[in-house]
């Protein structure tokens, strides 16, 4: 069995990617098992230059080899913001809800509520500095025209599933799971982990 540093302290995050790689013939550590490391700078202008920094900086840290991932939202009607900036869209420091606000005074001020969007995954595995494995996942739907739903955690409750006619909060985990952007990446994970050695 192979032991993989899971590279984030989001716990939310670490819950999905847990039950996608439920079965599989793999060693999930998470980084709150380790002694404290310093979170990397996220200068990438892109998910996948993100997912490569922290997976690199992460396998570097640790000795072992790292999975990172970096996903967000983008809207059409806002030229694919938030974006990168995704987490730390509105402030660092603000709430999901602070972050649905502002996004939807942007998008009234457009005339675009309803604006296509999709969430994008990218995934990176690196050994030392090296990496050896990317996947890519995206789900496509629509900014809902408010709110709803329990389920799920970031943008998710803003986000509607056209195929499903609810949003990513209201539909259950496993559904999401099998539809979701980190899903994508992670099960194309999982098939390179089973087909090949490995890092």
Do not use: Q
Not at 29 to 39: G, I, Q, R, T
Not at 57 to 69: D, N, Q, R, V
Not at 78 to 88: C, H, N, Q, Y
Not at 192 to 199: F, L, Y
């Amino acid at each position: 069995m192979r032991t993989f540093l899971l590279a984030t302290t989001n716990k939310d995050k670490i819950r999905e990617i847990r039950a996608l790689m439920a079965g599989a013939d793999v060693e999930i550590v998470s980084l709150d098992s380790l002694p404290p490391m310093d979170a990397p700078e996220e200068t990438g202008t892109t998910f996948a230059e993100n997912a490569r920094l922290k997976a690199r900086y992460y396998a570097t840290a640790s000795g072992m080899a790292a999975i990172a991932e970096d996903s967000g939202l983008e809207i059409d009607a806002l030229d694919g913001a938030p974006g990168v900036e995704s987490a730390r869209f509105g402030g660092a420091r603000s709430t999901y809800p602070e972050k649905f606000a502002k996004l939807y005074e942007m998008l009234d001020a457009r005339g675009s509520r309803d604006s296509a969007a999709r969430f994008v995954c990218a995934l990176a595995v690196a050994d030392g500095d090296a990496i050896v494995f990317e996947a890519r996942g995206t789900v496509e739907g629509r900014i809902a025209p408010k709110p709803r739903g329990t389920h799920g955690f970031g943008y998710d409750p803003i986000f509607f599933y056209p195929p499903e006619g609810r949003t990513l909060a209201e539909v259950s985990d496993e559904v999401k799971r099998a539809v979701s952007h980190r899903g994508a990446a992670f099960r194309a994970f999982r098939d390179w982990e089973e087909r090949s050695e490995g890092p």
